[in-house]
Nanobody
């Protein structure tokens, strides 16, 4: 099993920045791509950024150019740097990890709230 714990959420004004962190523990060898997903009230969960073991990244169009995902394999930690935040970025942000055997995002953290408001 893999445990994912997020941190770094909070309240920020429009145009501001936040950095989220996700620490992974457990059977780390069983996971490959990691990512960040978000869910706003009344909306479907959206996968906003992913990063492979080798460091290749992918972003949703809604955050491209503003968010940066990075990974420290030595620390088993994934980060999401969020700049130029907008009110529509308000959501609960979840860390997720893809299981090697199934290629599915089977592991999820409990989430951290990000609120962008003046």
């Amino acid at each position: 099993q893999v445990q994912l714990v997020e941190s770094g959420g909070g309240l920020v004004q429009p145009g501001g920045s936040l950095r989220l962190s996700c620490s992974a523990s457990g059977t780390i060898f069983s996971i490959t791509t990691m990512g960040w997903s978000r869910q706003a009230p009344g909306k479907q969960r959206e996968l906003v950024a992913t990063i492979t073991n080798g460091g290749s990244t992918n972003y949703a169009d809604s955050v491209k150019g503003r968010f940066t995902i990075s990974r420290d394999n030595a620390k088993n930690t994934v980060y999401l740097q969020m700049n130029s935040l907008k009110p529509e970025d308000t959501a609960v942000y979840y860390c997720t990890a893809q299981r090697i055997l199934t290629s599915q995002y089977e592991y999820w953290g409990r989430g951290t709230q990000v609120t962008v408001s003046s």
